[in-house]
């Protein structure tokens, strides 16, 4: 099982950048898929969340309006869109499997992070 994300980078505030995963050695499109995060000295908190089909996608309220999430499983492949950065989005991003019940909770398929740092 792969999870490798990408895209990360260094932006400034108010700037955009595009995440992407590509998914490998599961059945993709049978799992809901998702983005977390963990910020220097925090704990890894749930983002966004993408059922199996596509059409349904949940956020976190620090994100909603600012980030969009999508997934092509002919690809196999998961994206997070960030715009309007802020210093606050630091912070290395993970895509895994995830479940929506009272919040974002990563399944039990994790990949490699990428880093993204927004500077003020």
């Known amino acids: 099982v792969q999870l490798q994300a990408s895209g990360g980078g260094l932006v400034q505030s108010g700037g955009s950048l595009r995440l992407s995963c590509a998914a490998s050695?599961?059945?993709?499109?049978?799992?809901?898929v998702g983005w977390f995060r963990q910020a220097p000295g925090k704990g890894r908190e749930g983002v966004s969340c993408i059922n199996f089909r596509g059409d349904a996608a949940f956020y976190v309220d620090p994100v909603k309006g600012r980030f969009t999430i999508s997934r092509d499983n002919a690809k196999k492949m998961v994206y997070l869109q960030m715009n309007s950065l802020k210093p606050e989005d630091t912070a290395v991003y993970y895509c895994a499997t995830c479940t929506v019940v009272d919040g974002i909770w990563p399944g039990d398929r994790w990949g490699q992070g990428t880093l993204v740092t927004v500077s003020s």
């Open positions: 050695g599961f059945i993709f499109e049978d799992f809901s």
